[in-house]
């Protein structure tokens, strides 16, 4: 037998695994020796999350390719694995590569099947191929079958099983150089879970369906005309009719040794002749008459092979993939091109040095107006006014609300600021009196209620022009040291209210918080609930009402991170990422924040009664109103767990995530060192240039009643 008939059988590489081989054929000036261990094992250290040590230590290993006369230095099996196979995620998944590599698939027919099955090894989605097809390799096959002259009357089988072992010498390849008869389809067909059908004999075609139906083993094939894909689930269905019952009661046997001319009728029958291309029914009606057979394009088989890949993914991974044909036709597809229309990205139109409003210069309606302009969690506004002549009644919006306001905590919180808001504006015009909190004793009454007074307090008054310029900060800022004296007007502010005010600077402290907050983010992004209530507080110029939620304007973000923020108001995708718990990133812009503040303040409470909150809310407004005195800026950052004081209520925020939220506030507790005392807002701050944009209100008329 010729050096060339002996090489030409040759398709599977061989471990070398005796060191005196090695030596020899590293020895053997005839051998090419390809050993990039080192660029392997470095990038397989690389990888996010790092692999386990167990895969850092795999041996490696040796291959001899007789074929191509060199042997090749690779990682072991589970780390080979695992590199080739990382850009594979998240489109498919750890989980799911390691399921789909469980499956046998065979493919029968390796013109058009050649680029499937490499596809497939390519993806990693089969754990074990079998290939069959009689044909050698001829000049003609190579506008679509990716090998050489080289391969030049080599059998195709071989062809495909040399390729993919160049790919991954591990995956388990067994090849049919003789084809398939009607007598070993069977044994080809055993422990199979899949087949795929690319063959030109009409009999065979019909065999193979008809064993794997007799196996109940799912049958996919692509033709390539307008991208035709066929899926028959003989799994699903034991009596379904081969090919969708188009070839009527036709037996193998009758359909054996036709010529390409007399197989025509039939073909046409299964392609459905009023859907086929123009020019593949016009070039069917000249075979044996100007072309040998009917056309394909490697393009066309390309596209195939994706669909062919696809279809195995869902039937390997037991998503819902029902018999029937589809097709992917480019050109039709092609013809409906249209230019995309870019969003626009939000402006800065507005002047910002002014105040949403100006500021009535009446006196009760000056209060209100004060009231009105208090923070609130993604400017909500959980409030309604009631207007006398003798005092202003603060109620709560039940409507308002949402998951994270955990019995309305945070809502209590935004009406005390609105409480001191309106002292305030009352002291500074002269009509302070008494403030009450729940003044009637129920919580169906008003929550807090200012009475107009002649009372005068000049502290408070003082504050009047700087509460109005409050203003929410959420420009990234450097990590500057902030002076004692800072620190300690800080907790003063918060003091005055009966609140305590704790302020992390310690910057490795500060840093795990960041990392903390990072993930709290990515847990609320991933609860569906959570997501929905956040994606609708934010607010897109000519899309959105303005004077509710925040304007995304305000969250000074740039053009990059805008489109992250598209990215991250979709569902699906959420879901995507939820299913895999992935979306680190998603926790980025927290991060950032936190890890480049001067100080997280903590605003805690020594009780956790709704009048504790409400006068929370005065000592944060207070702080917040000095800490701009004192040329500080100041962004609230509210982790999801901010308002959880019952075990219940970290299920009722994420019951997937509870747990994680439950140690996340052991962590918090730990890093801030508040002990047993309840939050009532987290705010981070430092020195930032002024904002590009303020929220603005609800009108006055949907939120204040006279009385």
């Not at 067909?189 to 008809?210: F, H």
């Not at 709560?396 to 919180?413: E, I, K, M, N, W």
């Not at 925020?653 to 009532?680: C, K, V």
């Amino acid at each position: 037998m010729s050096h060339r008939a002996v090489d030409a059988e040759t398709w599977r590489p061989r471990h070398v695994d005796d060191p005196n081989e090695l030596t020899a054929l590293r020895n053997d000036p005839t051998i090419d020796v390809i050993d990039r261990i080192d660029q392997q094992q470095r990038d397989l250290r690389r990888l996010l999350p790092p692999p386990a040590q167990e895969f850092l230590d795999e041996p490696t290993r040796w291959y001899h390719y007789p074929w191509r006369r060199s042997v090749v230095h690779v990682l072991g099996p589970r780390s080979f694995q695992m590199l080739r196979s990382d850009r594979n995620r998240n489109k498919i998944t750890t989980v799911e590569q390691q399921r789909l590599r469980r499956l046998t698939v065979g493919v029968v027919g390796l013109s058009v099947g050649h680029a499937i099955a490499h596809t497939l090894a390519l993806e990693g989605i089969c754990g074990q191929l079998r290939l069959a097809d009689f044909d050698e390799i001829e000049l003609s096959n190579l506008n679509r079958i990716p090998g050489t002259v080289f391969d030049l009357g080599v059998n195709k089988a071989v062809v495909a099983a040399r390729r993919i072992a160049e790919l991954d010498p591990y995956l388990d390849v067994t090849i049919e150089p003789q084809g398939l008869a009607l007598e070993s389809i069977d044994d080809f067909m055993s422990g199979m879970d899949i087949i795929i059908e690319e063959c030109d004999s009409l009999d065979v075609k019909l065999a193979v369906r008809s064993a794997a139906r007799r196996h109940g083993i799912p049958l996919i094939m692509e033709t390539s005309d307008r991208g035709l894909l066929d899926v028959e689930r003989y799994d699903l269905e034991p009596d379904r009719l081969l090919f969708h019952g188009l070839l009527g009661d036709s037996k193998p046997e009758e359909l054996m040794g036709l010529s390409t001319h007399d197989k025509v009728p039939h073909v046409l029958r299964t392609l459905e002749p009023d859907e086929l291309s123009p020019i593949m029914a016009a070039s069917m009606t000249e075979v044996d008459e100007t072309i040998t057979t009917w056309p394909q394009l490697g393009g066309d088989i390309s596209l195939g092979a994706a669909s062919v890949a696809t279809a195995v993914r869902a039937i390997g991974l037991g998503k819902p993939l029902p018999s029937g044909r589809v097709r992917v036709d480019l050109p039709a597809i092609l013809a409906g091109i249209t230019s995309p229309e870019p969003e626009s990205v939000p402006g800065q139109s507005e002047d910002v040095s002014a105040n949403p409003e100006p500021a009535p210069a009446e006196a009760h309606a000056a209060v209100v107006h004060a009231a009105r302009l208090a923070p609130s969690g993604g400017n909500t506004q959980p409030w309604k006014f009631l207007v006398s002549d003798s005092a202003v009644d603060v109620h709560l919006d039940p409507d308002q609300t949402s998951t994270l306001d955990v019995a309305f905590r945070g809502s209590y919180v935004s009406i005390g600021a609105s409480l001191f808001n309106a002292q305030v504006a009352a002291a500074r015009h002269g009509v302070l009196g008494k403030a009450e909190i729940f003044p009637e004793g129920s919580r169906q009454a008003p929550v807090a209620r200012l009475n107009f007074g002649n009372g005068e307090e000049p502290e408070l008054a003082a504050l009047y022009d700087s509460m109005l310029q409050r203003v929410s900060n959420r420009h990234l800022t450097e990590p500057i040291p902030l002076p004692d004296h800072v620190l300690a007007a800080l907790q003063h502010a918060a003091q005055a209210e009966d609140a305590e005010a704790i302020i992390v600077t310690d910057r490795a402290r500060l840093t795990e918080l960041a990392e903390l907050f990072g993930e709290s983010d990515r847990i609320r992004y991933l609860t569906p609930k959570l997501h929905t209530e956040l994606m609708r507080e934010l607010r897109w110029p000519g899309r959105d009402s303005l004077d509710w939620g925040l304007d995304v304007r305000t969250l000074e973000l740039d053009r990059s991170d805008l489109a992250k923020l598209r990215v991250a108001r979709r569902e699906d995708i959420m879901a995507v990422l939820a299913e895999q718990d992935l979306g680190r990133a998603l926790g980025e812009s927290s991060r950032d924040r936190i890890a480049g503040t001067s100080g997280l303040v903590v605003v805690t409470l020594g009780r956790a009664t709704p009048a504790d909150y409400v006068r929370g809310g005065m000592a944060i407004e207070r702080l917040w109103i000095r800490a701009e005195q004192l040329g500080l800026s100041v962004q609230v950052m509210s982790p999801v767990f901010l308002y959880a004081v019952e075990d219940h209520d970290y299920d009722e925020l994420s019951e997937r995530y509870s747990d994680r939220l439950r140690e996340l506030r052991r962590q918090f507790d730990h890093l801030t060192g508040i002990g047993g005392r309840h939050i009532a807002l987290t705010m981070r701050i430092g020195y930032a240039p002024g904002v590009s944009m303020r929220s603005k209100r609800l009108p006055a008329d949907q939120t204040v009643r006279a009385v």
